[in-house]
């Protein structure tokens, strides 16, 4: 499976804040989802309210992912993609052990509460990811998702990869010899 056949989306159960929604949308551009979607009105409120004083989602995916509010996210599943839930919840698999659908529709739930049960019953598959406690929202997305790619069999050790990601402050190069 190659990165460009996939088809990878994003739900959000009501998040709360717009530093925990803009932290995704980074993630999102730097593991290459395609789309995010929300659902609840507390992250509209917050981010209109002006307090939004941090811009995480640095790399701008914003601009080129969309983030679209909607009432129901399982009227959101892409065609062909399996519903992952993601949450802290009794039976689920752990991360470590799963092993990720080609196209997939990740829900995860809010910051202070869980995903609902209509929700997870609709799911092909729940895991969680093994903490000792609870995961900020913006954390646990990424760990999901570098846990997608780091799976990935077209994945290996690739220079191209590395200059295509990395930004125009940061030129170092291991040293030779290192690479033996």
């Known amino acids: 499976m190659t990165m460009t056949e996939q088809t990878v989306s994003i739900g959000l159960v009501n998040p709360k804040t717009p530093v925990n929604v803009g932290g995704i949308m980074r993630a999102a551009g730097c593991y290459r989802a395609n789309s995010v979607f929300y659902t609840g009105n ?3 409120l917050a981010s209109r309210s002006g307090e939004a004083q941090y811009d995480i989602d640095t790399q701008n995916a914003a601009d080129t992912i969309p ?3 909607v009432e129901s996210l399982l009227e959101q599943v892409p065609q062909g993609a399996k519903i992952i839930c993601v949450d802290l919840v009794v039976g689920a698999t752990p991360l470590p052990l799963f092993e990720h659908p080609q196209n997939a529709f990740y829900i995860f739930g809010p910051e202070d509460g869980t995903i609902p049960q209509q929700i997870i019953d ?3 598959d ?3 990811v093994p903490t000792v ?3 900020n929202l913006a954390a646990s997305v990424n760990v999901l998702l570098y846990d997608r790619l780091s799976k990935n069999s077209q994945m290996a050790a690739d220079d191209e990869l590395i200059r295509e990601s990395r930004d125009n402050n940061n030129r ?3 040293k030779t010899w290192l690479k033996k």
Request: charged share 15%; glycine share 12%.
């Open 172 to 174: 170092t190069k291991v």
């Open 42 to 44: 507390r992250y509209a």
């Open 67 to 69: 983030l679209t509010g």
């Open 122 to 124: 609709a799911a092909d």
């Open 126 to 128: 729940v895991v969680y």
């Open 133 to 135: 406690g609870c995961m």
